[in-house]
């Protein structure tokens, strides 16, 4: 008797910790997808950092997507993560990271100066086919489709 007494306090004890074991597993919450619908649909093409055209026959990049930054800098690859105010005014770019490749210098200064205007941003527009990447010091990043 003392055995199945035993048993059965084991049986319900395994009964037991498997619903403790399913709430904790509960799945996670979903992420909300980043709000600023004018920034995704395709690439853009960077044209000014800072009020200086960009380096002749570069080509820095930059595209939205689920979340999710990347383009060319100008020599390198650039990825990060981005997520836009409910009003979708501000924006916020993050977790930012690059290949680090080496080229001629005018390139890595322009890269330069884009990664960490990126970085920087806090705010954008779009009028018409023309994105304005803008910080709160001032520094903009214009880019076209």
Not at 71 to 79: H, K, L, V
Not at 117 to 141: C, E, F, H, P, R
Request: glycine share 12%; net charge neutral.
């Amino acid at each position: 008797m003392r055995i199945f007494a035993i048993a059965a306090s084991a049986v319900a004890l395994a009964a037991l910790s498997g619903c403790a074991g399913s709430s904790d597993t509960a799945a996670p919450a979903t992420k909300p997808a980043p709000t600023g619908a004018a920034l995704a649909g395709g690439e853009w093409a960077v044209f000014e950092i800072n009020g200086a055209p960009i380096v002749a026959d570069s080509k820095p990049t930059i595209e939205f997507k689920d979340g999710r930054v990347f383009g060319a800098g100008s020599c390198n690859r650039f990825m990060g993560g981005y997520t836009v105010s409910p009003d979708g005014v501000k924006l916020q770019m993050s977790q930012m990271a690059s290949t680090m490749m080496a080229c001629p210098d005018p390139l890595m200064q322009q890269e330069g100066a884009f990664l960490k205007t990126l970085g920087d941003v806090t705010g954008y527009s779009v009028a018409g086919n023309v994105l304005t990447l803008t910080t709160a010091g001032g520094q903009t990043v214009k880019a076209r489709r």
